[in-house]
């Protein structure tokens, strides 16, 4: 490494978000530019550590000692090859992904781990200013076809992939614009959408050809599919929202939060959305039920709608502030965290579970709770209900973010009959292919609601299987097999 004593003489840095006033204001991203030269510092803190974990915690098999050192060395460009080496979209991940490369940080074991995500963000920041961005079509075209389905960060990394390997690619999308959850499931202050605009661009250029407010299964049936397209990758995602079939759930002002989000997003966007169509928290009493990403994106959003009140509720316990026993390096780390839409405001709520909604004329206006304690019975967290700990919430706007059960199953599913696993995603093997002929698939649809970094890595792993059933091998990588991960495909 370039600076083998960086990691004990530079501490960690990261960038300074936007004062709270003006950040809950806008939908702007929240972060504040990263200097470079204290960028370069925090690469020169990665350790010449022998085995560099992060692969581990990386299902991309991101070099990233590699494109570290390089930044230090202020080589950008040769730090921008590495970086695309394994991941078609690092400032998708770079602003998204929760980095259990940085968990798995050798680093980490008694220290700060390197800022890992930051570099990444910056390296590819830096190649599209200067330019080094550029479209890659194939010099050769084979003349097959191959359907996506989906254009969230699965659908697109498959899409590029093909489309680079000389086959003709069309991605559907049943929404109105590109990107999945990156359009609509992400608020603008996490990612701007010029994000997702400019990679849709370049990939237009390299030849696929996207087809947005097309569903699939309705519009268009899994037969026409089938007849034209040499090949199909199911990526839709992990799309029905996990409900709360409790007393008063009927009542009005109770949501899902991908009902939500998309109005929101929507809206910056430019379209107009009348007041009676959308969902607003202004001046209202929110209950956001779920901890997790999602409910964080539904607390920043409230905060920015100008509520009166927010309260988070989370079944389990809090989170420890530093690793436990039984949650040792290198395993994701469970921790207290607080993003930028906890430190905004609200109120976070553990232990704690609904019992009903109550309401008046056909509307919400309190949650009725009891706090629990969770035991571990057989392996399996058992919620007991604590005596005398019940309580009512004001709320005139309820947010559901519990997280996602699996794949729509009517429609194209339902048409194409491909084999759903237990939890009911579809079923696939490590090729990614599915039980019915020239189907493959790919992301939160059949691994059940993932990580970004993950989505990509399966897109990337169906795109080479998918290239092998057309053509009979494949030199794209696949990153979920370990066998080529770290090979950019030229």
Not at 3 to 11: L, N, S
Not at 390 to 416: C, I
Request: charged content about 25%; proline content about 7%; glycine content about 10%.
């Amino acid at each position: 490494m370039g600076k083998p004593t960086g990691f004990m003489e530079i501490p960690r840095e990261l960038p300074t978000r936007r004062p709270i006033p003006d950040r809950v204001n806008d939908y702007l991203e929240v972060y504040n530019p990263f200097a470079e030269d204290k960028l370069r510092a925090q690469g020169a803190r990665c350790m010449d550590c022998g085995i560099p974990f992060c692969h581990q915690g990386c299902p991309l098999g991101n070099l990233i000692p590699d494109w570290n050192d390089l930044v230090y060395r202020d080589q950008w460009r040769l730090a921008l090859e590495r970086l695309h080496a394994t991941n078609n979209f690092p400032e998708f991940t770079g602003k998204l992904c929760p980095a259990p490369c940085e968990a798995s940080c050798v680093l980490g074991i008694n220290s700060d781990p390197v800022t890992i995500k930051q570099v990444e963000a910056n390296i590819i920041e830096k190649a599209w200013a200067e330019g080094w961005v550029v479209p890659l079509p194939p010099k050769v075209r084979t003349g097959k076809t191959v359907a996506v389905v989906g254009s969230g960060p699965a659908g697109l990394a498959t899409a590029q992939q093909l489309a680079r390997a000389g086959h003709t690619v069309t991605v559907f999308e049943r929404d109105d614009r590109i990107g999945g959850l990156l359009r609509y499931g992400i608020p603008d202050f996490k990612m701007e959408k010029q994000h997702v605009d400019r990679r849709v661009a370049q990939m237009e250029a390299e030849g696929v050809i996207f087809r947005a407010g097309v569903n699939v299964g309705v519009e268009i049936t899994a037969e026409q599919l089938l007849a034209e397209f040499d090949a199909i990758c199911l990526c839709g995602g992990s799309t029905i929202g996990r409900d709360l079939p409790i007393e008063g759930r009927a009542l009005d002002g109770i949501h899902f939060a991908m009902t939500f989000l998309p109005l929101q997003n929507k809206r910056v966007a430019g379209d107009v959305i009348d007041d009676a169509n959308f969902i607003s928290a202004k001046g209202k009493d929110v209950i956001i039920i779920g901890g997790g990403d999602t409910g964080a994106d539904c607390l920043g959003t409230v905060h920015r709608h100008g509520c009166k009140s927010v309260h988070q509720f989370e079944i389990v316990p809090r989170p420890p502030d530093t690793r436990t026993p039984t949650n040792p390096w290198p395993q994701w780390s469970n921790v207290f965290r607080v993003s930028s839409a906890h430190e905004e405001g609200g109120s976070r709520e553990y232990a704690i579970n609904t019992k009903r909604f109550l309401g008046e004329n056909g509307r919400v206006t309190a949650l009725e709770t009891v706090r629990v304690e969770m035991k571990v019975e057989n392996g399996r967290p058992q919620f007991v209900e604590i005596p005398g700990s019940e309580k009512q919430y004001p709320a005139d706007l309820v947010l559901l973010a519990m997280g996602f059960v699996g794949p729509q199953r009517t429609g194209l599913l339902e048409q194409l009959g491909v084999e759903l696993d237990r939890m009911g995603n579809v079923k696939a093997g490590p090729d990614k292919r599915t039980s019915v002929d020239k189907v493959f698939t790919a992301g939160d649809m059949t691994r059940g609601q993932s990580l970004i970094v993950w989505a990509i890595a399966e897109g990337r792993q169906a795109a080479h299987s998918i290239d092998e059933y057309l053509m009979g091998e494949s030199l794209l990588p696949q990153p979920l097999e370990h066998g080529n991960s770290a090979r950019p495909f030229v």
